[in-house]
């Protein structure tokens, strides 16, 4: 499963982060960031489930990027 969700960020430098935090995520199979578009597209791992997993991703995004927010 693919869901894409509105993202804030400041820089092109803090969206590569989160979108290296949220590749680390488990239950998450491939994540990408468009700076440009503020969006993050995700694609969840078989049997995940999104409203679980992403909860998570935010965490690990907050580590590297504290004042990032990911609308879900």
Request: glycine share 2%.
């Amino acid at each position: 499963m693919k869901k894409v969700y509105k993202i804030e960020v400041d820089c092109a430098n803090c969206a590569n982060k989160m979108e290296e935090a949220a590749n680390r995520t488990p239950g998450v199979k491939h994540a990408s960031v468009n700076f440009m578009t503020l969006k993050m597209s995700v694609e969840f791992d078989e049997g995940a489930v999104p409203a679980q997993v992403m909860p998570h991703v935010l965490a690990n995004c907050k580590k590297v990027e504290d004042d990032c927010e990911i609308f879900f």
